[in-house]
Structure formats: C-alpha cells, structure tokens
C-alpha cells in the first residue's frame, strides 16, 4: 500500500456559510465563542478561509443608555434596511453578560419584527468571563457575518466606557442614540464618547418631546463643533440628528448620512486604513490575551507564580526582580516553541 498524504480539507461549514445558511452561521457563531481548543482551532481556520471571499459590509456602533430607545432604533431602523432589500445582522456587546451571563439582545420580545425578518440576524452577546473576551469573539462573529453576505452589521453596546471603546475599534461608524433632554444632561455626557461618535441620533423626536429633542440636538451640534477637528472627516461631521425610532422618522436621513460618511472615508482611503488599524489592534489583543492566557491557564507557570509571589510578598524579593524572572521564564518557553515550529 503506498502512503497518501492527506492535505487539510476545506471545512464544509465554510461552503454552507457563504451561501449564507442560517443554521450553519448559527453554529459557527457556536464554535467562534466556544471556549474549548479544538472548536477554537475550527474557528480560527474556518475564519481564515472565508476572509479569502473578500466580502464587505458597512459595520455599525451604536450606543446608548438604557431606556434610550436602542432596540426600538435598531427594530426601525433594521427593518428599514431589508425593507431595501439589504441583509442586516445585529450583535451585541454586553458588558453585563461578563458579570451576570445575563446578555443584552437575550429578550426575544425586543425587535419582534426585526426577529422573524429573513433577511435579518441577531445574535445576543457572547456570555464570557470578561468584557475583553466578549470583544474578541464580537469581532469574530462580525467577520463571519460579512463572509455570510450580511450588508449591514449593527453592534449594539450599552454606554459605560470602556465596551464603548472596544466596539469603536471593530466598527467603521459609530452612532450615540441620545434621548431629550435638558442642558445640565448634556454636560454629564462623557467627552470621550462624544469623540468617538460619527453621528448622534437624538431619539424620541415625536410628539410632547419634540420641541425639547429640537432644542438638544442644537446643543449637541454646538458641543459637537468646539470638539477636536477631525481632518480625515468631512468638515460637518462628527453631526447631530434627529429620529424618533417609534414612529421611523428621520431614519432614511440617517442613513443618507451614515453613506455619505463611508463613500468619503471610501474615497479617502480612511476607511481601508481604519480597518488596517483595527486589524492591527485584534492582532495585537489576540497575542497580548494569548500571553495572559498561558501565564494562568499552564499549571508550571501559575506554580511559579505563586511561588515567586510568595517570595515577594514576603520581601525575599523585588517585584520587578520577580516579574523579570517570571518573564524570562515565558521567553524561554517561547524560544522553545519558536525552535521547535523551525525544525
Ligand atoms: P433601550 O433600553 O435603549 O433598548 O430602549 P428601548 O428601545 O427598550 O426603549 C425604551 C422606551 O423608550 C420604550 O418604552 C420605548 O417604547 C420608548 N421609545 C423608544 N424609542 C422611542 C421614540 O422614538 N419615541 C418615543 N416617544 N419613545 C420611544
């Protein structure tokens, strides 16, 4: 009998999810937020083959307290975009989900329509142990649902800072959905997201509210102006608008902008270099968590830890002397590993 090699064979979920089959997203979602190394690898390789198809969709932030309006918003809104025949996915990064595993998105009473739309998909948020872990495999899932055919990916994430940040870095907008209100309110919304904001959507701009969200969203447009110039924009944006997700006013303007943005970033060369840059930073992440992983995950290395630990807490030992052995320690396990990957 002769010897065959057997080259690696392309994974048939690949296929399934480029034809954009539902189950087959669903279970690759399954394997991308798996916590076990064998559906880790699947999904890594799985990844890299459909980068290869080359797919873009317009990937969205969008932020905002509870209460705010966010699942009315992305209900309108999504509908608004299948109703032109686009295929939209919505996830969501939850930072509740790494304490409680509870997860924003859970409750299927919110967007009801928007759920049964074949054309749309959501995915609630990963439950992982940490805000960063959720972040990382969001933005796993977002590449798959570009591979899958998806036009739009719409990332929900409740306003608290940092899980604001993380989906800036994995989006090519982000919308801060800003309810009425009065100008004290104003002065309490954090400058940081205010910078991250490409366009804040003043939300519930109906009814008894209306003359009050008229009034705010010239406020926000003014604060908006004295903010840091950003040379790589149009010169009207970052910019404030106005919609009422209830009754699906002012969505078809918002989105208007939200291209007008794109198609000059596109035009630009922002939004290639932007997605350069974020690929970059996940790359970066992924080895810095990679390092963080082996340093409490490799029995050796947590002993050594908690004996050099031990040495320091008892002032045997400088912390930064320990540290520095402790690193050396991992550096040498990666040589290792480097020499052995050569041979
Ligand atoms: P989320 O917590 O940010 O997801 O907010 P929800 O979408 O659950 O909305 C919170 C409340 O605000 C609900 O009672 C909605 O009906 C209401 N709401 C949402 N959008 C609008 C709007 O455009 N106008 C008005 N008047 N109420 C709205």
Redesign the pocket.
Known sequence: MTATTTLPQPDPLAEQVLAGNRRAIARAITLIESGRADHRARAAALLDTLRGAGRQALRIGLS?T????????IESFGLMLTGQGLKVAVLAVDPSSARSGGSILGDKT?MEQLTRDRNAFIRPSPSQSQLGGVARRTREVVELCEAAGFDAVLIETVGVGQSETMVAEMTDLFLLLMAPAGGDELQGVKRGIMEIADIILV??A??D?KPVATRTCADYAGALRLLRKRPQDPEDFPKALMV????AQGLEDAWGEMQNLTNWRRKNGVFDARRADQARHWFEEEVRQGLLTRLTGDAAARAELARLGGQVAQGQLAASVAAAQMLALLAGENAASLREAGE
Do not use: H, W, Y
């Open positions: 905002g509870p209460g705010v309006g966010k699942s009315t918003f919110r939300n519930k109906d009814g509210l009422s997700a209830l009754e």
